[in-house]
Each structure stands twice: as structure tokens, then as C-alpha cells.
């Protein structure tokens, strides 16, 4: 499963006009919170599901031509993303991991998009 509302990291990150540039204009918006609070299964579904539902990212790179501009495509997008799928999302701890894998993230040289842009 990959809605492309929640899980197409090609899409904006933000609604900023500095982003660089997406596959999808405007309103085509994915931002770190909105992927974080997707579930892969509604919660009336969960028991029946639970053992089946699969989850995935798509990053397609036509309009990609760096690694900086991937890197601030797919994070911190994806370390949202993993939280989710791992079972692992706490609403009162998202700010606090993410900033530790921000700085996990620069220590690596990774060019991701800050948490508060």
C-alpha cells in the first residue's frame, strides 16, 4: 500500500515556495507530520489486518539530479514513515526522535530537510 497523500516522497515537503522541485505542484503536499500520522490500518480493521497490510514509500526521481536533492526528498520523510510501519509512532515522542535522527543524519552528511523549515 502507498496513498499517494501520505507516501509519495516526490511530492513537496512543504508548502514553502523555496521547495525544490517535486514531480506534483501544489496542493500536492507531503509534509514528515502528515506521514506520521498515516496508518496503514484503520484502527476497525486492525485485528484482521494486522498480520497483512504492507506499507511502502515511492520516490521516483525524474526530477532529481543530486543526492542533496534525495536526501532532502526521502528524510526525515522516511524516518516518519519507519515509525509508522514498525509500530513504534508515539505522538509525544515524534519531536524528540526526530531531532536525534536529525543529528544521527547530519553526522553522516546527509542533506535532509530540517525538522522546522
Known amino acids: 500500500m502507498a496513498p499517494m497523500q501520505f507516501l509519495y516522497f516526490d511530492w513537496l515537503s512543504s508548502d514553502e515556495v523555496d521547495e525544490p522541485v517535486a514531480l506534483a505542484p501544489r496542493p500536492a503536499v ?12 484503520l484502527p476497525a ?19 532529481i539530479a543530486t543526492r542533496e536533492h ?3 526528498m526521502a528524510f526525515p520523510r522516511t524516518a516518519a514513515f519507519a515509525e509508522v510501519v514498525w509500530g513504534t509512532r508515539s505522538p509525544r515522542f515524534v519531536s524528540s526522535r526526530l531531532a536525534r535522527h536529525a543529528q544521527r543524519l ?12
Open 70 to 72: 534525495l536526501d532532502y
Open 106 to 117: 547530519a553526522a553522516m552528511g546527509v542533506h535532509f530537510r530540517p525538522l522546522d523549515r
Open 45 to 63: 480493521r486492525r485485528e484482521v489486518l494486522a498480520s497483512r497490510a504492507r506499507a511502502q514509500v515511492q520516490l521516483w526521481s525524474e526530477y
Open 30 to 41: 507531503t509534509t514528515w507530520e502528515k506521514v506520521y500520522r498515516f496508518s496503514v490500518i
